[in-house]
């Protein structure tokens, strides 16, 4: 090479595949269907606060700095460079999905906004949450068993040619922004909302149980990582700024993402579980101790004669 100096190829394959860092936070676009939601909850959310401190409910000030969070790191992913780039490249868009799905709705369920709701809410709408949280459909995604079931089975999709169609599919982004939250949200709610007790046998089998599952949330971004190949079939390298990586590191980098937060999402689950399972432990350990002698002795005969 003359001069001692790099190919083209060479420099293409040094340089570095994601924006930097002045770049990342520099880069913003208005996205006005984030805009009009983050407006509505902010607003709701605060309404439902006036409404319990005129009820003489107290509503925490971390509960309310949490939905905060959730909003701000909502409009980070709609407005900042990964929503600008989510249908050029696999990272952003993996990115923006996982943290849609996992981070949102993590920091939204903190926030408690049903219990809000009951405390400073209409009354109505509080009476339809209740009742859509007591309900069969509610129950069964409140179960820590079923919930990273579903998320395995969403992230696999990135495993397939379809992905490609998603992800370069301006409907489909728009279903993202509002439904992706939504589902997680739902997944969690049940879990970190209070009044939504189980047996603590019962909680202890679904935490070792979601255990072992909420590992394998990682295997579609181990997949992505590892495979030497495009799996969605889009070959096509994305054009437009000089960092842009190849459609085979584009694939390498949205599996590293993956992988490195479906193993952190699992972390708020687990607390939320070891939560669940103390709150059972003690109610049961109250409606023990309201127990007159003679009924657990009576409870203790009727155990015996079961076993026998």
Known sequence: MPGGGLSSAARSSRRHPTPSTPEFWSTWHLDPLAAVLIAVAAVTYGWWVVGAARRGTRWPWWRTLAFVGALILFGILQFGIVGIHDQDLRWAFVLRLALLFFAVPTFAAFAAPVSLLRSGGPARLAQAASAALASRPARVLGNAVVSPLIALALFCVLLTPFSATIRESPVWATAI??????LGFALLTPLSEPGILRSSTFVTMEFLLAFVELM???IPGIVLRITNHVLDGSVTA?????WFPSPLRDQHLAGDLLWFIAEVADVPVLISLFIRWQRSDRREARTVDALTDEEIAELTRAHLQRRG
Not at 238 to 242: D, E, F, K, T
């Open 238 to 242: 994305a054009v437009g700024q000089p």
């Open 177 to 182: 922004t509002v439904f992706v939250p939504m």
């Open 216 to 218: 394998a949330d990682a």
